[in-house]
């Protein structure tokens, strides 16, 4: 295995772009929809996703009651893509399109074969366990209405996607999980944890379900996406760092902000 010399398919400035409303002409029977990718990172210094295009599948409202698969406009300057940067509520803007009214029934991310991931610096292949994910579909509802526009979320759990291939230690095999969900859902946890060499993952469980993330290079971290409820924020940092956990309360469309979070070290590092 060759040592990594560069960064292949730099990861590409953040896009956040804000759209008008659509023109006159279509305002009554077209919707504008953004769609845009987050991730969930893994156990991993960095992985790079060959993503070709997005496409919906929409449910027509009119009379004729037509379904089609319709793609977005592809936006990111390369097909390449480093999801493991994505983190803080940072998020890249796969796409963008004026549909027609109806609903979205189905989103589908089109995969290369371009994947791999950097362990140690070191790269690593990385390829599908099933071909058939190579055009992974998500279900969702969606209803569009005119004039109206739309962002969804398509966040990609990195740690629940990519596992070690059992025939070759050298290898890992990718199977998307991914959730979606619509941006004016804006319920969020934001915190910051020190040291910054802790460089600890962070989970925010509710019930049977549990989000992960990690910190930026400021420390910082944020779970975006979530349902009202009574979260356990479970933080947990490299050695010799101490675990933390804390209960934060979340409520519709607000941004629960948690006290900064200093991690201690034992004071017999033995123990």
Known sequence: MHRLKRSFGLFLP??????????????????????????????????????????????????????????????????????SALVNDSRLILG??????????????????????????????????????KAYEHEVNYPLEGGMSYDLIMDIDLSRSVGINPSDENSFLFTPFMRVF????????????????????????????TLATLTDSLGNFT????????????????????????TVFTKLDSTSQMEPIILQIPQNPEE
Request: hydrophobic share 40%.
């Open 14 to 83: 953040i896009l956040l772009l804000t759209f008008s409303c659509l023109d006159d002409a279509s305002n009554q029977t077209h919707a504008l929809v953004n769609i845009y990718l987050v991730d969930a990172p893994g156990d991993w210094d960095q992985v790079y996703l060959d993503i070709q295009r997005v496409e919906v599948f929409v449910e027509s409202g009119n009379s004729a009651g037509t379904q089609e698969w319709i793609p977005l406009d592809y936006l990111p300057l390369s097909n390449i893509v480093n999801v």
């Open 96 to 133: 963008r399109g004026e549909l027609p009214l109806g609903k979205i029934s189905k989103v589908k991310l089109v995969f290369g074969d371009g994947q791999y991931l950097v362990q140690d610096n070191e790269a690593r292949s990385l390829q599908f366990a099933d071909q058939e994910d």
């Open 182 to 209: 619509e941006k004016t859902n804006n319920t969020k946890i934001t915190g910051e944890v020190s040291p910054l060499d802790a460089k600890p993952y962070v989970y925010a469980v509710l019930g049977e379900d």
């Open 223 to 246: 779970f975006i996406g979530l349902e009202a409820g009574e979260y356990q924020v479970y933080i947990e940092p490299r050695a010799p760092y101490l675990d933390s956990l804390t």
